[in-house]
């Protein structure tokens, strides 16, 4: 997305963004910012998204912010504007890094030579299965704390993603 058009997409989010604000201040309609905040979550995900992809080359970055900013955001919504209610998070808190997971595996689709998003990708989606088994009580302390001692494995397989990451891309 060039400078302009950039420009021009931060200036329409202010101005709608403002006019909301205006109106739940007069009190006009049942609007007001503590429900729809979420959606600038989500439209500065989308502008990220956008500029990510049509960037060349592809910045998967971008990619990645933007889609985790768009998965949060709308959460966030099912909260502010819909049926969910915040203490749901003490359960589903796990879904954080599954949306990272998300995100990186896609970033990764938008560049493959970047082998540190699919291996953060991978971390991440193993982080929010073994966070959601354990939240609902399916694995017990001892794994949990198996986890605790060996996390900087974690470091280990992140680092390897980096270094395979520089001998794929020197091809």
Do not use: H
Not at 22 to 30: F, K, P, Q, T, V
Not at 102 to 109: G, M
Not at 117 to 136: Q, S
Not at 149 to 167: D, Q
């Amino acid at each position: 997305m060039n400078e302009r058009r950039r420009t021009a997409t931060w200036g329409v989010i202010l101005v709608l963004v403002g006019v909301v604000a205006l109106l739940g201040a007069l009190g006009i309609g049942n609007i007001s910012m503590q429900n729809l905040w979420p959606l600038l979550v989500m439209a500065g995900g989308v502008a990220m998204l956008v500029g990510g992809i049509t960037k060349q080359p592809r910045d998967t970055g971008n990619v990645w912010f933007g889609l985790l900013a768009i998965l949060c955001g709308a959460l966030f919504a099912s909260i502010t504007l819909g049926p969910g209610q915040w203490s749901d998070l003490r359960t589903f808190w796990p879904i954080f890094p599954l949306f990272g997971a998300v995100a990186w595996v896609i970033a990764w689709l938008f560049d493959t030579r970047q082998v540190s998003n699919i291996v953060a990708g991978v971390i991440a989606a193993a982080v929010a299965v073994i966070g959601y088994l354990y939240t609902v009580g399916r694995v017990g302390g001892g794994l949990v704390d198996s986890l605790a001692t060996y996390w900087p494995l974690i470091l280990v397989l992140l680092g390897a993603g980096l270094v395979a990451e520089f001998f794929v891309q020197r091809r």
